[in-house]
């Protein structure tokens, strides 16, 4: 019998104010190294950048997806989030579905995605499971990196700082300036 392939997957940007929510689907190699590994919360911005790099690089399969503010107003966040798992978890599948049908997808908190394979939830998976903080750290990397180019564009509301996040300083310059077409307006924005 072969090896279960395991597939872990997490998202990042649920709670912002503002910007997509973004997700990533990641296999590891056998000969991965662990230690460069925790859950994205609880590593600096530069170890991130550090796992960032090593994952991409040694990962076996991996996918990033997001779905836009846009979508999340008009599905809701659970739903976008749970899209953007699946667009993850299907481009990794078609690197891996013609090798073996053994596949086990594992996923950061309490609900699973549609998928005709083996999906498990794991609530702070993200703190538990190799192949969960990987995706973890992918989807945080990117979101952050998407958000930082998103103050060069829409400079007034620090997103560089915060990445969309409802500080104190983000209410304000909501406040002050209105939103931009990165806001989701069906969250509570004042």
Same mark, same amino acid.
């Given at each position: ?79 976008? /989030? ?29 609900? /699973?995605?549609? /998928? ?50 409802? /500080? ?23």
């Amino acid at each position: 019998m072969n090896k279960k392939i395991i597939i872990g997957v997490d998202e990042a940007g649920r709670g912002p104010l503002a910007g997509p929510v973004y997700s990533a689907a990641v296999v590891l190699s056998e000969n991965f190294d662990l230690s460069y590994l925790n859950d994205s919360k609880k590593l600096s911005a530069i170890k991130r950048e550090e796992a960032k790099k090593y994952i991409l690089k040694n990962a076996s399969y991996y996918s990033i997806s997001s779905v836009s503010s846009d979508m999340i107003d008009e599905i809701n966040i659970l739903n976008a /989030t749970l899209l953007s798992m699946e667009q993850a978890v299907g481009e990794v599948l078609k690197k891996i579905n013609h090798l073996t049908d053994n596949i086990l997808i594992l996923i950061d908190g309490n609900k /699973t995605i549609n /998928t005709s394979y083996e999906c498990k939830a794991i609530i702070k998976g993200d703190s538990k499971i190799p192949e969960i903080m990987a995706a973890s750290i992918l989807a945080k990397t990117e979101r952050d990196k998407f958000m930082i180019e998103m103050d060069k564009i829409y400079p007034l509301y620090g997103f560089k700082k915060h990445k969309g996040y409802g /500080t104190k300083e983000h209410y304000e310059a909501i406040k002050k300036y209105g939103v931009c077409p990165l806001h989701r307006k069906t969250f509570r924005l004042h």
